[in-house]
């Protein structure tokens, strides 16, 4: 199993001490247990949700996940085919008893044969939930088009309704375009539609009653995300990040919310029944907390993803990356390929990239991969 990691010493800023002994390769993770086709890791758990990043382009540079100048881009010939993908989510249905797909990005809609790729999974799965996350940057002209190649549903990144706090976040000027997207997916069908906010603090926490009621109003599910160390600035820390207790507060300031007793499901997002303060027991509808860093759900983890590149990372926080695209061009069978990402869950870390959940601990070490060069 070919994988990357980060080199001995690089987690505390130590270069590599040379003892003057070869190099050994990393010991191989212990095998899958054979007879069991599912992605299964060690600890139990069983991955269902294939989340695929499209490209890792974007056309927003929000703080939170890239520097103000952007990154370096893959070279068009390093990303996925569409012949690929397709490839890849047939023998993850078929072969590894994957669920639900989800594609991400970078923004998703940057990819010029996005509705061709849509499409050409639909025709092969025709039950299969596809669901989509973006920015909504381009996505007015676009909603149409994708619900018609077969995409079922979409999660669009909003974190204000304010022109200026927009900007401030995301470093562009494009609110207008984002609205008039989310109207379209509506109008498409591509629903239920969420959507994806990270409060910062300072800038737009007090917004989210705001936020949530806008959301309520549309019939759309709001799901408020703890900001992760994912940017790519590395300028990240805990004790600056709004939390979900914080969120919670801010939120009851002017709803109640109850717990929905509805089965999670391995979802992310624990979810709350919204009532208006001003005549309790109606319930509005419901809102998403999705606490990843102080209420981290890792024990019920079903996700894996695959990078742009074609590389599985099987936790989000992972520093080890299992290449499935060299095996995929090497005229490798469906059961290679699939033998190979399957070994790539089985070393799946307990939590966080680690042994343990704790991000922020002291020896929490950020993948050097941003959110937007992972795919979310």
Not at 77 to 82: F, G, P, S, V
Not at 175 to 200: E, F
Not at 287 to 294: D, F
């Amino acid at each position: 199993m070919e994988q990357t990691a980060q080199p001995p010493g690089a987690s505390d800023g130590r270069a590599p001490v040379a003892l003057g002994m070869p190099a050994l390769p990393p010991p191989a993770p212990p095998a899958a247990p054979a007879g069991d086709p599912r992605l299964v890791d060690r600890f139990g758990r069983v991955a269902t949700d294939l989340r695929i990043s499209l490209i890792d382009k974007c056309n927003l540079r929000c703080t939170y996940c890239m520097p103000a100048d952007g990154l370096a881009w893959l070279p068009k010939e390093r990303l996925l085919t569409a012949a690929e993908i397709r490839r890849l989510v047939r023998i993850g249905v078929r072969d590894l008893g994957v669920r639900e797909l989800r594609l991400t990005g970078g923004e998703p809609l940057v990819r010029h044969d996005l509705a061709d790729i849509i499409a050409a999974v639909r025709g092969d799965h025709a039950d299969l939930p596809i669901s989509m996350t973006t920015n909504g940057v381009g996505l007015a002209e676009k909603a149409r088009a994708l619900a018609d190649a077969g995409l079922s549903r979409i999660n669009v990144s909003l974190d204000t309704l304010h022109a200026e706090s927009f900007e401030r976040l995301a470093r562009r000027n494009f609110l207008g375009r984002v609205m008039d997207g989310i109207d379209a997916a509506s109008a498409a069908g591509l629903t239920p539609l969420k959507i994806n906010a990270v409060l910062m603090r300072g800038i737009t926490d007090a917004e989210a009653p705001e936020l949530l009621a806008w959301s309520l109003r549309h019939g759309y599910e709001l799901r408020i995300i703890e900001q992760m160390p994912l940017d790519a600035d590395h300028g990240w820390r805990r004790d600056n990040m709004v939390t979900a207790e914080e969120t919670r507060e801010l939120l009851r300031g002017e709803y109640d919310l109850t717990v929905d007793p509805g089965d999670r499901d391995g979802a992310p997002a624990e979810r709350y029944r919204v009532a208006s303060k001003r005549e309790p027991g109606v319930v509005l509808g419901t809102v998403g907390i999705i606490a990843s860093v102080t209420e981290p759900f890792c024990a019920d983890c079903r996700r894996t993803r695959i990078t742009a590149e074609g590389r599985v990372m099987s936790c989000l926080f992972s520093r080890e990356e299992t290449d499935l695209t060299a095996l995929l061009r090497s005229g490798a069978t469906d059961r290679e390929v699939a033998d190979r990402w399957r070994a790539a869950m089985w070393a799946k870390p307990r939590a966080h990239g680690m042994g343990h959940t704790g991000l922020g601990a002291d020896d929490f070490v950020q993948p050097d991969r941003s959110m937007s060069a992972i795919g979310g």
